[in-house]
């Protein structure tokens, strides 16, 4: 080797072995930074108690527990501590079914009526696949059962065939928790024991979710969290509902931060199910128009920063939980927080942009506004809300509470806000057939942010007016 090259050739070594503790160094301080975020984030949010999880590229970066678990008796939360799924658990009753599907019990194209067949007529068009993808029409039954009182599967069955539906199978996307009941109750009876003893033989137990688990008020659960509330700034437990609510497939059950590791590396490697199978539930439904909906079978499906991110989070009885893969990036963040307040998407949002700065949620900042005349028309909607004169005829698709409780609470907050600015267009979204604005607008030095989505034919789906942070 000439002299100039051997020189040359050590001179690169030796830059890179100078670098390489700098590198080292910005790895390792990747959890501490993680930490500090959460810490700050958890203080900032007033959160009892908490699990977080981080994996990226195939490496647990951080795994802890932080606050409480048990207030009364003074418990940390640790990664074996056990949380209530909320609407997470939407995957694994997913899995339930196409484990279902899989071993030839149930087809996606199968009526609901085939495994309800004291169904109303009308239910005839609704499959199982309408039921995984929100699609079915059915109304929601969240806040429309008397939470004090106990149900038996087909005391659910009944109480859901008695809300009207609201659009024709397949013709577009709206959250119901009433498809997961139904869901639960589909396999509780085709496989002739409980979704989640299927979930425990099928799923868990191959997997490596060592204590996931479904609800109990009987048994004896180790690690497990009490769900807190804030009332007026005090702490208090969560809300006590009967014990059947807490069997349903739309989220009744625990898992610990430990269990939901090995199910994203179970994800990972699209475990238990073939390759088809996965390929189903990861895949975002299309409507009977042709448009499609980013939600697949217990799955949210969107993108960031040009990439999929697959996510879902759940809410209920003093628990809130977030699960989101930021798929390009290899990054996985699991959030479980004990505390009705808790944001887990805050947390997860903030991870994801210390990991990766591009990960980060675009900023809400203007944008041309092609459409004025629907702005018009929403600025108009605004007005006749804080007025108390708005024809609620204008709102499609949303929930009763919305009519009876929501709208008055806009109403008032609006009328506390006084005169505001013009509409300030800063995004605009496609989701299926449906248009989502969301507007800035400003109240002397506050800013506030104005979504609504609309439908093929005008109405409103969705109202929604909030602090900017």
Known sequence: MPVASWSMAWSVVLIAW??????????????????????????RQGVVGLAVGVVHKGRVVLARGYGSANLEHRVPVGTDTL???????????????MAQVEAGRVALSDSVTKYFPDAPASWAPITVRHLLTHTSGIQDVEG????????????????????????PAGHRWSYSNS??????????????????????????KPVGMKTARGISEDDIIPYRSSGYRLVEGEVKHQTWVSPSLNTTGDGSLYFSLQDMLAWDAAVERRAVLSRERWSEILSPVRLESGATHPYGFGWELLERDGKPLHQHTGAWQGFRTAYSR???????IIVLANTDRARPRDFVEGIAAIVNPALAVPALAPIVDSEPEVTARLAALLEAVRAGTVDTARFAYVHPRFLE?????????????????????????????DRRYTYLLTSGAKTFVFTAQLIPDGRVSLFDVRPKK
Do not use: C, W
């Open 83 to 97: 949380f209530q799924s909320g609407s997470l658990g939407k995957m694994f009753t997913a899995m339930a079914v």
């Open 179 to 204: 498809g997961y009941v139904l869901l639960g109750i589909l396999v509780n009876r085709v496989a002739g024991t409980s979704y989640t003893n299927v979930l425990a033989t099928e799923v868990f």
């Open 326 to 332: 930021f798929i390009g990036d290899s990054l996985s």
């Open 18 to 43: 100078l670098l390489l503790p700098s590198h080292a160094a910005a790895r390792a301080a990747l959890p501490e930074r993680i930490d500090a975020f959460i810490r700050a984030e958890q203080k």
């Open 405 to 433: 409780g929501a709208l008055p609470q806009y109403q008032k907050g609006l009328q506390e806000l006084g005169a505001v600015g013009p509409l300030v267009l800063a995004r605009r979204e496609v989701l299926g057939d």
């Open 144 to 167: 429309q059962l008397d939470e004090r009182k106990d149900y038996s599967d087909d005391a659910f069955a009944q109480a859901i065939y008695a809300l009207p539906l609201e659009f």
